[in-house]
């Protein structure tokens, strides 16, 4: 890197609207609406309706369409990952961060300085989006969703096994899976479809949409329909995937009780588990965990890292530990996802 | 290992006793032996070995965890045992995942002294999640509410056989219950049922509403009361006396003059109360199961009773009485005798079909326990106590308080602490006045403004000179929310004292 850089911190900062870049005049992941925004994927905490440009890969812009109607008022640029884009005087590059389909880490450059905002990011392999690549830069922006250190991830295969071996005690119980309906939805069902689950998957109908949009995009989900009236008791033994949120009306006296499934990296702590009144906590996640932030940060060989949205007070304390610079950015209004 | 954790961890969210049956019967198909045996002990707590203490648990984890990241990570799990288990750094180890049989084995022989030494290259080679169970298993705290009859209808499940096959010889088995295995599993005989002193197990109570038992055809029971005290099971066989408690545990040391005086022999089931401080244990028989060396437990109650009657006559009155039997033959006079529960000392009713066998375990309904009706009193919410990481203010313990005069005027003194629900929150309101009224937070503790009376249910009000209001309400239950209640017409300390030693009033 050339030895006057300029400092980061003096051309980043964190706004009310979100992490704004001064030479660009534009804005990553905005939570209110701005001129230009740079989205990392399309998640709603990140992806907002309303902003006049909008900068994102294919994908994000695609599901962007198909949750908010119109992306942006003047325009959408798609960007190629690795396609260089001069915004002000910033030059901006995206790069797989492995979380959802079309989900990028924002390459920074400026007067010889690098920073790589990673947005949400995970580092396991995930069959449904192209996996995250370590991007080396002097500053590397970082989530915390799961920022401390119990957060370690189990492998995926062992918590789809409790799954699969559950609908073998309970064959007359449907399993209902709350999963978010961008990204665990699919990657369930992709990872259900891994290890031979072939039978047809029932979705909720907010599920659908964003599905058919991942198929498209060539992800491959097997046999999916849309849970209609039918009788409760027709539902026996079959996997249902529907949002956390969503009720699905199974009070029914003949019906037998769901079990309910729970798919997300809160599911490690058992407080988390009982408080979201789940019957079978699997611990699959679409951010990286623990062990899995700090590897990132030593793959990419940043001297300082900024934590945005999470637990930032771990990660800073530990990242001093290891004689690292690190901040925190204090962003608000992210992680509603159900991680 | 793995296969138990993961068991327990399921059996840990599981709402039913038949999800928990089916559970454990899938456990038992997969897992092999002595595991399986091991798990019955384990999960029944039937097995004696040194417990590890929370400040062992927190010395294992200090040696390996930065304390200012163990301190972020308890704040957000809440549990010392959980928090070490999922954030423990594993160092390599070419040592396997020990089997749950060699666990027990190694725990069973462990002193406490080498315990830490046992515990610590082990949780080197789990797994979170086992980790996670282990740690639990060791502090003998599994607390999966597992019952003998739970596992009894699962291993039934498993062999395919009647429920009765099983508990026949239930007792008569023991760890690693592997004749039992082979049995269910088509390898081996049944085995057979043993006979003595250490293998009958009490019939229990099975506990009913008012409005499932008042349709019954009464004359087909007696009605009894439910006394106070310690069930036993006098076993008096070939010159020997014993004394057994529930769990089957040998307590003949504890009551050597009630064995003395107890002139019969057969195997009978009673409770026992008082002989603390000098005064007279009192023994009130309430069955007999071997009548001299005839096994009458397949006879009808009311022939037992009437045996009973006689054996008593050849034994101390001033220790030994016989259960009470009370004029019940309509809906009417069931409600009369249990309202009067508490003016005759009495826990509640039970009503015992007269034709009913002697049936250990409470499989059976011929036995119905009618609790006497809980009191109640309107108190105010004074502190929430919140599950680190709940995302509602319900869902945590609450404390009510009464008034009291104090130095200042009235104040509120904490009689009560009750588990508050989502059931109490049907639509959000509670959760919303809390954060609303909330006034001062320590920790996990806040603090709200008195404002809220609640209805609580509870079966008695107990000294405790150690408590600010010098006594505590028990079995506390939250009713309902009285909203629109004004705080100044809750209850008053003076009044639940003068229930301390009335159990009677406040009816």
């Not at chain 1, 942006?72 to 690795?82: C, E, F, I, N, V």
């Not at chain 2, 282990?134 to 039934?156: D, H, T, Y």
């Not at chain 2, 089931?269 to 007999?288: K, M």
């Amino acid at each position: 890197m050339a030895p006057r850089a300029a400092s980061p911190e003096t051309w980043i900062q964190p706004r009310r609207k979100g992490l704004y870049v001064i030479p660009g005049d534009f804005y990553i992941d905005p939570t209110h609406v701005v001129e230009t925004a740079i989205i990392t994927h399309g998640h709603g905490d990140h992806a907002r309706p309303g902003h006049r440009r909008v900068v994102a890969t294919a994908e994000t812009l695609a599901i962007m369409r198909v949750r908010l109607g119109r992306v942006a008022k003047d325009g959408a640029t798609a960007l190629r990952h690795g396609e260089r884009l001069r915004i002000g005087e910033v030059t901006v590059w995206l790069a797989p961060a492995g979380h959802v389909l079309g989900s990028a880490q924002i390459v920074l450059e400026y007067r010889g300085a690098r920073v790589v905002v990673s947005g949400d990011y995970k580092r396991r392999r995930d069959p449904t989006c192209a996996a995250f690549e370590p991007v080396p830069c002097d500053v590397f922006v970082t989530e915390a969703t799961f920022g401390l250190p119990i957060f370690q991830h189990p492998d995926d295969d062992g918590e789809i096994g409790k799954l699969l071996r559950s609908l073998e005690v309970f064959p007359d119980r449907p399993h209902v899976v709350g999963a978010y309906s961008l990204g665990k939805a699919q990657r369930m069902i992709a990872l259900l479809r891994e290890a031979g689950y072939d039978r047809p998957i029932l979705l909720h109908g907010s599920l659908c949409p964003l599905c058919a949009l991942y198929e498209d995009f060539g992800v491959e989900l097997g046999e999916l329909r849309a849970l209609d009236d039918r009788a409760m008791e027709t539902l026996a033994g079959e996997i249902i995937l529907a949002p956390p949120s969503a009720s699905l009306g199974f009070d029914g006296a003949e019906a037998a009780e769901p079990v309910r499934v729970g798919a997300s990296g809160w599911m490690r702590v058992r407080k988390q588990t009982k408080g979201r009144g789940v019957d079978l906590p699997l611990v699959i996640s679409d951010h990286a965990d623990w062990n899995e932030i700090f590897e990132t940060v030593e793959d990419v060989g940043a001297p300082e890292i900024w934590v945005t949205h999470g637990r930032g007070d771990a990660i800073i304390h530990h990242a001093k530990t290891l004689g690292l610079r690190a901040r925190a950015l204090s962003l608000v209004g992210y992680g509603e996802d159900e991680a | 290992m793995k296969p138990f954790a993961d068991l327990v961890d399921r059996l840990d969210l599981a709402a039913h006793d038949d999800d928990k049956t089916a559970l454990l019967a899938d456990y038992f198909h997969r897992a092999p032996d002595p595991d399986r045996g091991a798990a019955i002990s384990l999960l029944l707590d039937e097995v004696a070995f040194p417990k590890l203490s929370p400040a062992m648990t927190r010395k294992l984890g200090a040696g390996r965890v930065d304390p200012i990241l163990f301190a972020m990570s308890q704040d957000f799990v809440g549990d010392l045992g959980e928090t070490t288990a999922l954030m423990w750094p594993r160092r390599a180890s070419n040592r396997e995942c020990p089997r749950l049989g060699e666990v027990l084995e190694a725990l069973a022989g462990a002193a406490r002294a080498d315990l830490m030494e046992i515990i610590e290259p082990w949780l080197d080679t789990m797994e979170a999640t086992e980790r996670r169970v282990f740690l639990k298993l060791a502090g003998r705290r599994l607390g999966v509410g597992i019952s003998p009859k739970m596992v009894r209808r699962a291993l039934a499940l498993l062999g395919g056989v009647p429920l009765s096959e099983i508990e026949e010889i239930w007792h008569a088995q023991e760890m690693p219950y592997t004749r039992l295995f082979d049995w269910l599993e088509g390898r081996g005989e049944r085995p057979r049922p043993a006979a003595g002193h250490g293998f009958m197990a009490v019939m229990r109570e099975t506990v009913s509403r008012f409005s499932q038992v008042k349709g019954v055809d009464l004359s087909r029971y007696i009605v009894e009361w439910k006394r106070e005290g310690a069930r036993v099971r006098i076993s008096a066989l070939g010159g020997e006396r014993r004394l057994f408690n529930l769990s089957g545990d040998d307590i003949s040391e504890d009551h050597p003059d009630v064995l003395t005086a107890f002139d019969a022999e057969g195997v009978f089931d009673a409770v026992i109360h008082g002989g603390g401080g000098g005064s007279q244990t009192r023994v009130e028989l309430l069955d007999l199961l071997v009548d001299g060396s005839r096994d009458r437990r397949r006879s009808p109650f009311e022939a037992r009773r009437g045996r009973l009657d006689e054996v008593l006559r050849q034994l101390d009155r001033r220790v030994f009485s016989l259960s009470e039997i009370l004029p019940v033959h309509d809906a009417e006079s069931l409600a009369r005798h249990r309202a009067d529960c508490r003016a005759r000392g009495a826990l509640g009713l039970v009503l015992k079909r007269r034709d009913g066998r002697y049936v250990a375990g409470s499989n059976a309904d011929d036995w119905l326990l009618l609790r006497r009706d809980p009191l109640e009193a309107d108190l105010v919410l004074m502190y929430l106590h919140h599950r680190a990481g709940a995302r509602t203010s319900v869902a945590a313990e609450a404390t009510f308080g009464a008034w009291r005069d104090g130095a200042g005027g009235p104040e509120l003194v904490p009689v009560a602490k009750a588990k508050l629900a989502r059931a109490h929150d049907p639509d959000g309101a509670l959760d919303k006045w809390i954060s609303g009224h909330a006034t001062k937070r320590f920790g996990p503790v806040t603090e709200v403004a008195p404002g809220l009376v609640a209805t609580l249910a509870f079966d008695v009000v107990e000294p405790a000179r150690r408590r600010k209001a010098g006594l505590f309400l028990r079995a506390p239950e939250v009713v309902s929310i009285a909203w629109g209640s004004p705080v100044d017409m809750a209850s008053w300390l003076e009044v639940l004292e003068r229930c301390l030693d009335q159990p009677g009033m406040m009816e």
